[in-house]
């Protein structure tokens, strides 16, 4: 089992192998979903951004199999070549080490379209380079509200025409097309240097922008947990092993 607990909600998979069996999400951190989850796993991975409650703490202790803590500090199947990696979001990581086990020995690009915008690049060696962070979506729409009082708040939903015709379709249409234009950018770019390159691109947007980038070769909604039941996986073959 996966359990991936972000900002505001807490998120669990359930595994057989590497198929995707079963999934939720709740708001907060709670965790109240364990108290419902079948107690024949045999092992799972928490991946968490905050620190966890108390009662959080007690349901997770409430397994009755091994848990495995991640934190980019951790051995997984990449060489992890970031230089301040206890700053690594465990997102970021595991999205890289999630698109390796699909498509491995090839230089990878991992888009991930959420909150912020990451970009990470992975060599045909295994190696977890690093990337870049920008804002996402609904940042970047919120933030042209916040910065400009004459300007609007601008929903994501609604026509998102090539030339805004109003306000409100500049604003909306200005931020996703400079998504799309951006995206595209980098993969050109890393396309000039590696012409076997794949591209990845999940998110929660990442269906959206989907319909545009076309140069996008895998979308995937779960390559995250995808990832982490790998480095799961991973650690109990090193176990076994030993």
């Known amino acids: 089992m996966v359990i991936d607990i972000g900002n505001t909600t807490g998120k669990y998979f359930c595994f ?20 419902y989850i079948d107690k024949d ?33 951790i051995q997984t199947p990449l060489r992890n070549c970031y230089r301040t990696p206890a700053t690594l979001g465990t997102d970021r990581l595991a999205a890289a080490v999630g698109a390796w086990a699909q498509k491995p020995h090839r230089p990878l690009l991992v888009i991930d379209a959420g909150s912020c915008i990451t970009f990470d690049f992975v060599t045909a060696e295994g190696e977890y380079v690093g990337g870049n962070i920008a804002p996402g979506l609904h940042a970047r729409l919120r933030a042209i509200g916040d910065y400009f009082p004459r300007l609007p708040h601008v929903s994501a939903e609604g026509d998102t025409p090539e030339l805004g015709y109003d306000t409100e379709t500049a604003i909306r249409a200005g931020v996703i097309w400079g998504m799309k234009h951006e995206i595209e950018g980098y993969i050109a770019t890393f396309r000039k240097k590696y012409e076997d390159l794949l591209v990845f691109l999940t998110g929660g947007d990442e269906f959206r922008l989907d319909d545009t980038v076309k140069s996008c070769i895998f979308a995937d909604h779960f390559i995250v947990p995808r990832g982490l039941n790998h480095i799961l996986c991973y650690h109990l073959n090193m176990t076994k092993a030993s």
């Open 16 to 35: 057989e192998g590497d198929e995707l069996q079963a999934h939720g999400s709740e708001e907060g951190h709670r965790l109240t979903f364990l108290d």
């Open 41 to 73: 796993v045999t092992a799972a991975i928490v991946s968490t951004v905050v620190d966890l409650e108390p009662e959080a703490e007690a349901r997770l202790n409430t397994l009755s199999c091994p848990v495995l803590r991640f934190t980019a500090s």
